[in-house]
């Protein structure tokens, strides 16, 4: 059986297409799963969002056990989340760190990701078209 791919997203991404749309673009965080899944074909993928930071660790200890590849928008954890920087630490495979903004672009408080230590790849600024990247990059990572 393949293993599935985990697509996290943290705090206030279920609010995509509605939150600053000059800064995260108006694509929905629904409109973004069916990018991902269509980019996945037929590699399982499973897709969460939570504003709260322990459902987050949680679905990375069940992809410790059951993933193949992280690919996780930790979105304002990024930079305070040492519980989520220590679950990722456990994970055997590639990890994609995403954000839709260029965080270096943006405030000095977006410019140090606590994911990112830990990533195998990070992606910014480059808008939801991200996903699909990212989900391509891990499938290939994974089937190697």
Known sequence: MTKPIFVLNGPN???LGMREPEIYGRTTLAE???MCRDAAGDHPI???QSNIEGEIVNWIHEAIDDGAGILINPAGL???SIPVLDA???FPGPIVELHISNIHRREEI???SLVSKVATGVIAGLGAKGYPLA???LIDQVDR
């Open 110 to 112: 977006y410019h140090r």
């Open 46 to 48: 499973r897709f969460h």
């Open 135 to 137: 989900i391509r990059w």
């Open 32 to 34: 973004i799963e069916r």
């Open 88 to 90: 990722l630490k456990m």
């Open 13 to 15: 991404l279920n609010r």
């Open 78 to 80: 990024s930079f305070i």
